[in-house]
T-cell receptor
Framework: GQSLEQPSEVTAVEGAIVQINCTYQ??????LSWYQQHDGGAPTFLSY????GLEETGRFSSFLSRSDSYGYLLLQELQMKDSASYFC??????????????FGKGTKLSVIP | KAGVTQTPRYLIKTRGQQVTLSCSPI?????VSWYQQTPGQGLQFLFE???????NKGNFPGRFSGRQFSNSRSEMNVSTLELGDSALYLC????????????FGQGTRLTVV
């Protein structure tokens, strides 16, 4: 089966940096995605890592280590609007050329002044 | 272009009834996936359709079913509703089944009483 672990809650100060970790166990691993969801909103795509290393997109960066089955999302220069839930998701091969996206339970980030 | 549209946005049903939820993907997208989201459980995968064929199915009972039409619109049906089926049901679309980014709709909030 597939399993993902991420912290349930994180609190950080406005302007600071926060890292949200994600560890996973899966077969047929292809890549790790991150999604953001504000209360009452739809999940929105942030990043995808298929290879080891760091991917940077503005204030957000995502890292993957395939050998450690580990990744993280790094948010810099935190803003109040970054308060949301963040989900890591593993994209894996489910056989016959099809893929499945399995989500973690999410990390609720609260940014405080 | 228009995003993913889910209807209805809110629904209240009684135990034992059945319900049908609808999802219209982004124009041109052929892959539609359904997820159930409950507090503390993250997004749990229900099934994925691509070109009218179910390619993947999650670990949900047979009361949960779905289909996809030739225009890529998708419906999911839940029969013999139980209180535990109360959740936010999210639909996500992508152009191809192998796409790394999924676009989510706002979801249908189902309450079973």
């Amino acid at each position: 089966g597939q399993s993902l672990e991420q912290p349930s809650e994180v609190t950080a100060v406005e302007g600071a940096i926060v890292q949200i970790n994600c560890t996973y166990q899966t077969s047929g691993f292809y890549g790790l995605s991150w999604y953001q969801q504000h209360d009452g909103g739809a999940p929105t795509f942030l990043s995808y890592n298929a290879l080891d290393g760091l991917e940077e997109t503005g204030r957000f960066s995502s890292f993957l280590s395939r050998s450690d089955s580990y990744g993280y999302l790094l948010l810099q220069e935190l803003q109040m609007k970054d308060s949301a839930s963040y989900f890591c998701a593993v994209r894996s091969d489910s056989g016959a050329g099809s893929y499945q996206l399995t989500f973690g339970k999410g990390t609720k980030l609260s940014v405080i002044p | 272009k228009a995003g993913v549209t889910q209807t209805p946005r809110y629904l209240i049903k009684t135990r034992g009834q059945q319900v049908t939820l609808s999802c219209s993907p982004i124009s041109g997208h052929r892959s539609v996936s359904w997820y159930q989201q409950t507090p503390g459980q993250g997004l749990q995968f229900l099934f994925e359709y691509f070109s009218e064929t179910q390619r993947n199915k999650g670990n949900f009972p047979g009361r949960f079913s779905g289909r996809q039409f030739s225009n890529s619109r998708s419906e999911m049906n839940v029969s013999t509703l139980e209180l535990g089926d109360s959740a936010l049901y999210l639909c996500a679309s992508s152009f191809g089944a192998a796409d790394t980014e999924a676009f989510f709709g706002q979801g249908t909030r189902l309450t079973v009483v």
